[in-house]
């Protein structure tokens, strides 16, 4: 079926008329069959529904067959348009749904099938009359689409197939189970491609494709309710109800006779049985039961059974569990335990089922019970509950926890201590997961724990859990397997030790011991002449060992320190690395402990910090001082300054206010990389108009030295980073490259994907970019020099500038795991290569 619609949808690609052909045609050959099927077992039926059906679908066919060959496209009946397959399809439907409808009343009645297809005849000549000669309502209309007509009738279409389908779940039992819900699928298929036809526009539209995919399926499900149903199983569809022949209520009845027989061999052969009639009154016992109670029938017979004489037997009749009661209420069978008095030294615990007793026509007319000697049972099953609660007492009230798991590792059971030591409720635990109290790592080597379990492994061991707060548990575990009567794995026991407390400590004894040997610092303990004790950076750092004399460079802070009686600090530069060394003195004794710090990365960044300040100073004084002698100048001398030489004052104004503000924003994007504090916003980007918005923003700058640029980035190319970092970057190298070109010089910017060369030392998948000029060039002394902060060449302290820009832009390069190289030759010109790796997509970060 799936690849059949398959093949089919492929084929509405290519042709939709061919695809519309074929589908009717499968709904034409499926309803001849139903119509073969229907017709030939008219006489075999005691009911109408599969004739009306048959005869109907013969003229549903006939209608469907010219519905397909005026279909658009077709071009075998050329004087109608679209409009009239149309209406045959709605007079098809309505026969249809009908024709389940009148089926479906009729289905216990036996209709002649010669004035069904007279009827049939009748009406599809009227029909055909109807259409052909333009009475029947207009169904579509050429480039409008369906009328009012068309979609209206669908839902009623739909109605009648709905209440169809209810009517048809009321009759269920008249069915096969398996006919009936095929019936039901079909039914339910059509409503929805009627639904799907109510909404075209075109005859070989979405919705159009979509009707007539349903359409199969309907026909498809009919086919496998009748013609597949008929062939595999004929009396299956055509037989449902069968009436009891002659032969076949004989062989009842020798049945039946042959099983009273056997009743009453097996009633008097049996375990312990009594009957008793709806009076309550005994009207049946077996020998079995007469030998249990030591009774006679004159004893027992034709008495109640709460007769007071029978007062030893015991009986429930006065309270709600009366079998007979029970029974009468419903109950297909009722137990209890009862306790029979023999003599004064002997009791029998029995245990009686009693299960409704009924005449030939199934009338009850009493209940019969069996009667199960326990009484040894009994006993050893008190003796057994008495075990068990001692066991239970002691296993409920040990100090220790015990924990039992099934072969699936749930929890079947735990004691209090078991659940208190984890910090859960007994109800809590039980049906949990052993694996819900631990960690992953802690899974792992659980499961393979478990698996020695199963191979019958006894294990004492120490085991991690997690508490109920979140906490750390530290246990010793013996576990044991536990395996049934038969041998089958069953689960395993533990008895459970909390040992965390205890762990601690020796964690912490530990820890203490291995304090000052494993501290990457040295940690030396110092008398006044000798070295008592040293730790291997201690030893490594002076030259020393345990016994050794104090190190020369120790001996006079030691010395003071200890004359003093005073703990003190002290930096010491040695082996190139500076340390703060801290001399404490242990009260009472004759030693003191000395605790070192490499403080050599505090201390450059310190001095870091200071030069940073220092070079900032300078920078911003020099156009502080321009501005505020240029400002004074012009408060001094405003009406002695020249128009020229005001406009030149004013343009050295504005030129420094906008070198202050640039020098701002580099130091403060500098300060901000270096506290860690850049934030990167990873989204993809092209390049290409990375470039294309610079551009457009230095174009009057270029316009004014004559620069023509020349790019070649593919637009292709996509990266992943920040886009407003990566066009400051380019930014930086384009406005250098225009600042130090010479007029009407070409810049040139490139791309190369997938680069591997020099300029990519690790190897890695990216693109390298360079941006080429022909301006003054780098002397090959001072190429070194331009990443660093605030330097500028002494050839171009004319041109405006911080000296912060280069360093800015290696920096966010890094940033995005990049690399920059820089080639230039002093007269000629300077070209920086940029490698940017291809990365994956990041979260924010710093």
Known sequence: MGSGLFLITLLSTYSYLLFHSIAEVISIVISGGIFFIGWNSR??????????????????????????????GMSIILEFNANLPTQ????????????????????????????????????ISVLFILIFYGVFPTSYIVGIGLTPFKIISEYIINFIFLTSAIILYKFRSEFNRKIF????????????????????????????????????????????????????????????????????????????????????????ASAPLRVINKDYEIIRINETYLNLFS???????????????????????????????????????????????????????????????????????????????????????????????????????????????????NTTFVNQSMAGMFGYKIDEMIGKKLYKFMDEDGKKLAEINFERRRQGIKEDHEFEFIHKSGRKIFTKIRTSPIFDETGKFTGAMAFVTDDTEQKIAREKIADMARFYTENPSPVLRLSKKYVLLANKASQTLFGIGEGSKIPEILIKPVKESFSKDKNSEIELKIKERIYSLFLVLIKGKSYMNIYGMDITARKEAKDRLKRFVSTVSHELRTPVSILTMSIEFLDNYKKKITPEVNKKLKEGISRNIYLLKDLIEDILTLSRIDEGKYKMEWKEYKPLLVFKDILTLME???????????????????????????????????????????????????????????YNDNDRDGVLFYVKD????????????????????????????????????????????GEVYVESEQGKGTTFYIFLPKIEKKINTK
């Open 88 to 123: 045959l399809w709605i007079a098809a439907r309505y026969w249809q749904s009908i024709s389940y409808l009148f089926a479906l009343f009729a289905i216990k009645k036996k209709i002649n099938a010669t004035y069904l297809m007279l009827g049939g005849l009748i009406v």
């Open 700 to 758: 009057p700058v270029g316009n004014e030295k004559n620069i023509t640029f020349n790019i070649n980035v593919s637009e292709e190319i996509t990266l992943l980073g920040e886009s407003k970092k990566i066009f400051q970057i380019f930014r930086i190298f384009i406005d250098n490259a225009i600042k130090y070109s010479r007029n009407s010089n070409t810049v040139e910017i490139k791309a190369i994907d997938h680069y591997k060369g020099k």
């Open 295 to 409: 009774l006679t029938k004159e004893e027992i017979i034709s008495k109640k059974c709460y007769d007071p004489d029978l007062k030893r037997l015991g009986h429930q009749c006065n309270t709600d569990l009366c079998s007979m009661k029970q029974i009468e209420q419903g109950k297909e069978h009722f137990e209890y335990e009862l306790i029979t008095k023999v003599n004064d030294n002997t009791n029998i615990v029995t245990l009686v089922r009693s299960v409704p007793y009924r005449n030939i026509n199934g009338e009850f007319v009493g209940i019969i019970q069996n009667f199960t000697n326990i009484t040894e049972r009994s006993i050893l099953e008190l003796a057994m509950k008495k075990s068990e609660e001692k066991y239970r007492n002691l296993v409920e009230e040990s100090l220790e926890g015990i924990w039992v798991i099934d072969d699936n590792t």
């Open 181 to 268: 819900l095929l019936i039901m699928l079909s039914i339910s298929a059509t409503i929805i491609s009627e639904l799907a036809f109510t909404f075209y526009l075109s005859v070989s539209d979405l919705s159009n494709f979509i009707g007539h995919i349903f359409k199969i399926i309907a026909f498809f499900f009919i086919y496998k309710a009748i013609i597949e149903t008929a062939l595999e199983d004929p009396f299956g569809l055509l037989l449902r109800k069968l009436k009891l022949s002659d032969t076949s209520l004989r062989r009842k009845a020798d049945d039946l006779e042959e099983a009273y027989s056997e009743f009453n061999q097996m009633f008097n």
């Open 43 to 72: 006489k075999y039926m005691d009911n109408s529904f599969f004739l009306i059906i048959g005869i109907s679908f013969l003229f549903i066919s006939a209608i469907d067959l010219i519905h397909t060959l005026t279909y658009s």
């Open 774 to 817: 022909n301006g003054i060039g780098i002397s090959e002394d001072e190429l070194t020099s331009i990443f660093q902060r605030f330097f500028r060449s002494e050839q171009v302290t004319d041109i405006p500038g911080t000296g912060l820009g280069l360093s800015i832009a290696k920096e966010l390069i890094e940033l995005h795991s």
